[in-house]
């Protein structure tokens, strides 16, 4: 059609208003939050009230505390800014202070606190800051700043990771008590693995002097990293194939921690008897892609099978193929598809025997052909996979992959993001609680103060 004939483009319209119930349920909103707030400021009269009536007993000494003065205290929550007057007590004794209505509350002066600091901590676990704030104006009906979801962020983070790292040395003490264990299971599946993050290299922090903008971070190139160790325990019974192939996993524990080999298994033993799964019979199944940390650690468990993941198994067999017959040639397809046949076979004896008989001509060849006789020899106790296969143990290590992608790839690892090893110890702990189910405990953790 020529161009004078065809028709101009038509624009794309919106309808001229939101749509009647929208505006209704955003009317009910406006009118009931001050109404709320209203009902919520009662309610913390009446508790201040009741604390008022009988003096406190100093915990140090144990005599009756004397109300020295009652200040007027705010702090913000889910509904708007709360006031009420706080007493003072002291202890003529000792010279102990306190002030149990803000214990009991467990909230402090000018801070953000209760629920609404928990939903700002849950956004800041799934989305950059800026865009944590940004939901909370969408979601909450809350303008706040990055700097304000940062602070809330740290502080309820420092709390779950403090109580993590708690729990991680109670456990270790061979005095603690850990869950029931009479319906311990009779296998569990444990895969451990590490991935890299980039940090910050500065030593301090960066302060505005006067007018003048905050100086660049260092280029990423002058960066270094940190290995944020995961680790998954599931229950092979809980396995289903969702398609042909294709198995996914109906429950899984995730552990984490930007810490050291014996930081992240103490976590997991600590894991695994607070779930009641580390029974005296039990079977712990370890899954790891032969790095010799995990395997050091994996004889903690007395009762244990350890596995070399099948597909770093493979990945080895790939590099010796590409070198003896080119990247991608049809031949280095078929030799890998027998050795991953054999493999899942239970033979690789013989796939070791049949490599020794090769005669590469290259030093380069023959170097990476002693690499790949060498891993196989070392780990092959652990690459019994037929065995495994039968057993329903599984062979692979897509958990733990899986769970780097979910705790840390998804968060942490986005463009441009360095984090200081407080902000992603923090960050961490509070996306743990998040993907394993556990975001109620949040609600029995106090706030911690941070620098």
């Not at 007590?89 to 000792?94: I, N």
């Not at 930007?258 to 976590?267: E, K, S, T, W, Y």
């Not at 008989?357 to 092959?380: F, G, K, T, V």
Request: hydrophobic share 40%; aromatic share 8%.
């Amino acid at each position: 059609m020529p161009e004078s004939q065809s028709l101009p483009p038509v624009r794309p319209m919106l309808a001229e208003h939101p749509s009647q119930f929208l505006l209704l349920e955003r009317v009910v909103e406006d009118e009931f939050r001050p109404r709320m707030l209203q009902e919520l400021q009662g309610r913390v009269n009446e508790l201040a009230e009741t604390t008022r009536a009988k003096p406190p007993v100093c915990a140090h000494c144990g005599r009756v505390m004397i109300c020295q003065d009652v200040r007027p205290v705010s702090w913000w929550a889910r509904f708007g800014r709360l006031r009420v007057g706080v007493p003072r007590y002291r202890c003529p004794a000792c010279g102990f202070e306190c002030r149990p209505l803000l214990d009991l509350l467990g909230v402090e002066p000018g801070r953000i606190s209760g629920s609404l600091a928990r939903l700002l901590a849950l956004l800041a676990a799934v989305a950059p800051y800026p865009m944590a704030a940004h939901l909370a104006g969408l979601l909450l009906g809350v303008r706040i700043s990055p700097m304000g979801v940062w602070r809330v962020a740290q502080r309820l983070g420092q709390a779950a990771a403090s109580y993590s790292e708690a729990l991680s040395q109670y456990h270790a003490d061979s005095r603690s008590e850990g869950a029931p264990t009479d319906k311990a299971p009779a296998t569990v599946v444990l895969s451990v693995d590490g991935c890299s993050l980039g940090m910050q290299v500065r030593t301090r922090r960066r302060r505005r002097t006067g007018t003048d903008p905050l100086p660049p971070l260092p280029p990423v190139e002058q960066g270094h990293f940190r290995e944020v160790k995961t680790g998954v325990l599931l229950l092979p019974e809980e396995r289903v194939e969702t398609s042909p192939g294709r198995r996914s996993v109906v429950r899984r524990f995730l552990v984490s921690c930007l810490g050291d080999a014996d930081a992240i298994f103490h976590r997991l033993y600590a894991q695994l008897r607070e779930l009641g799964w580390l029974g005296s019979n039990t079977m712990v199944v370890i899954v790891g892609d032969g790095a010799e940390w995990i395997w050091n650690r994996a004889a903690w468990f007395i009762h244990r099978c350890e596995i070399l993941d099948f597909w770093h198994a493979m990945e080895h067999a790939w590099e010796f193929a590409r070198l003896r017959y080119g990247d991608g040639s049809q031949q280095a397809d078929q030799w890998v598809r027998q050795i991953g046949i054999d493999l899942k076979a239970g033979k690789v004896e013989q796939i070791i025997v049949r490599l020794k008989r090769l005669r590469p001509q290259s030093p380069q060849l023959r170097e990476s052909l002693d690499s790949l006789i060498r891993y196989y020899s070392e780990n092959a106790a652990r690459m019994r996979y037929d065995e495994y296969l039968r057993l329903g143990y599984g062979i692979g290590s897509g958990a733990v992959e899986s769970a780097h992608k979910q705790v840390v790839h998804a968060r942490l690892r986005q463009a441009g993001m360095r984090w200081s090893e407080a902000g992603a110890h923090r960050l961490l702990a509070l996306r743990l609680l998040l993907l394993n189910g556990n975001w109620a405990v949040l609600d029995r953790l106090a706030m911690v103060p941070v620098a």
